[in-house]
């Protein structure tokens, strides 16, 4: 089966060890390769080199080549970011020239995966009951009441064996407070969406043509230069006009096309912040909580994650649910509870023009 | 009247920004200029500067003829440090040697004072009363039951004007528990001891020869040496076999002179941590609280001290009662609370034979 790698997020909130230039499927914070190779890894066993498709910024393309140069892993850059529906739709235009003619999944460059076996057969039960022209999402049985997250509501009655049950999506939910996901998780129904998805090619271009039918336009347009040298200034010319819009908001909740929910547990995180890769590495931490590199002295602390990426020695006395990252160029010291509120610095830094530091 | 700044102290509580061979003494901490320059300058209403003599350890004295080159203050180095009661022993041998006949002030090099006017008018009076023979010893009205400091306790009946009394001490008295300080405070008649005393270079070379006769004996020899090629060698031989010991323990404990203590309130603080620096400070302080540098941001911090010495951009969110000192080399985060506690991490400095950061 095809896969399409969605490459193109720009990522404020690894700042400062991530920047404009390395967002964070470019870092190596899971494990010891970018996220973007360990993506790609992850999938070989169903989808062969030539199968992967990344759909990437046109700002990360140098960077993409040079961790593939020795890869047949395709690599598509959008000269502007429109959101997930043209990235989508040039993913399954590109799989189709490419010789697909059955599912693809949909997934993003940089989330993590604890389970993989689990992972790779929830995809391939998701292609197998997505080959009629479904669209199969990936539904993470929640752990916790997360506020972070969509969730995906399922109907009562699946489909398949009973390990391996498709539902049909009763509703798509926006992130909600705190009540709300306790509710969920009580009821038993609701799936966190990782925004992980399985289709054909001939569903999801088919959904453009009927919902989106100027991005669709669009597509035929890029079609005709796949494979000539007119390909980049057609892409560039076609993308500059269209409308940037999301393939949950422009497909998935208008669409009448049946929609399935496989819940799946395969210790995803979609590693949103430095507090959510704290909570992944638990396994790393010490018996006080404490997360944290080789050049380190912590007297007295507690919860706390220190991330050196300079050559500077970090010493910490008496912290607590502290995240430190120390860069080169910039430090940062915060709550670990706050992480999600990193981009607050990243627009202080814009509005003092420290461009530099972004 | 002449003045002996004692510069010895190693200081390690500054850590990462004092070092073994920049001691608090020579940091830029309270002001523009390295405080035993601050130091100095402040006693030049009352001491010219070839009555000011500074007493430092072997490794430091190339730096302080640095600051001073074109000073004629006196710079003597001690070739191995032997606590205090051979430092002051020192500085009056050499007050007496340059012409002195009289009262001279004993001080550290890496004190704070805020109302430098008072302090001043404090050591003349000092001065005056210790004329006879007596050594009077500057007590700090204590503004808070701080548990970081020995305390002087006076007798009731007090000599000289109602502004400028002088009373003979009763005890001199441990850092207390924070019970017992707070009843200090309450009784009124408590002082801080701030190391700093006035006596003629005759009160102290008797009570030496008294009490610590074999230093006595060694003064003598380097005294016999004095302005001679032979100095440096003698000073040598003779302090190499000096015991150590400071002069509280083996005078100003034992002496059956009189020893005074003279109220003062000129806004001292020893500056013994990144707190007690914080709160000196305050004038600087945001409105929540934060004392900080240029190259910083701040989100939704309180009560925090961010001490950028690099060249790296400092960014915090979220915090509270933190110190952060950012150094090339090394960088320290901490409670300010704990900034006492600092020694701790030295000490694992120690340990683990990282002398390129002590």
Known sequence: M???????????????????????????????????VETCERLRPVSSEDEIIIVLGKSHLKEAQRLFENSNIHILAEP????????????????????????????????????????LKALETAAKEAEPGGIVTLGIVPSRPETGYGYIRRSNTGAGKPDNKVYPVSAFVEKPDLETALKYIQAGDYYWNAGIFVATEETILKEIEKYLPLLYEGLLEIEESLGKDTFENRLKRVYERLESISFDYGIMEKT???????????????????????????????????????????????????????????????????????????????????????????????????????
Request: charged share 25%; hydrophobic share 35%; glycine share 8%.
């Open 80 to 119: 502007v970011g429109r959101n997930t529906a043209p990235c989508i739709g040039l993913g399954a235009l590109y799989a189709r020239y490419s010789g697909c003619n059955g599912p693809i999944a949909f997934l993003p460059a940089d989330h993590f995966i604890g389970n993989v076996p689990s992972f």
């Open 256 to 358: 009448k096309t049946d929609i399935y929910v496989l819940p799946c547990e395969c210790g995803w995180s979609d590693v949103g912040s430095w507090s959510s890769l704290y909570d992944l590495k638990s396994k790393d931490h010490d018996d006080k909580g404490n997360l944290f590199d080789d050049d380190t002295i912590l007297v007295d602390c507690e919860n706390s994650y220190i991330s050196g990426k300079s050559e500077r020695l970090v010493a910490c006395l008496g912290l607590k649910d502290c995240v430190i990252v120390d860069t080169n160029d910039a430090l940062l010291v915060a709550d670990i509870n706050r992480s999600q509120d990193i981009r607050r610095i990243v627009e202080e830094l814009k509005k003092i023009k420290r461009e530099d530091l972004l």
């Open 2 to 36: 095809y896969s399409v790698v969605m490459a193109g997020g720009s990522g404020t909130r690894f700042w400062p060890y991530s920047r404009e230039h390395r967002p964070k499927q470019f870092l190596d914070i899971t494990g010891n390769k970018p996220m973007i």
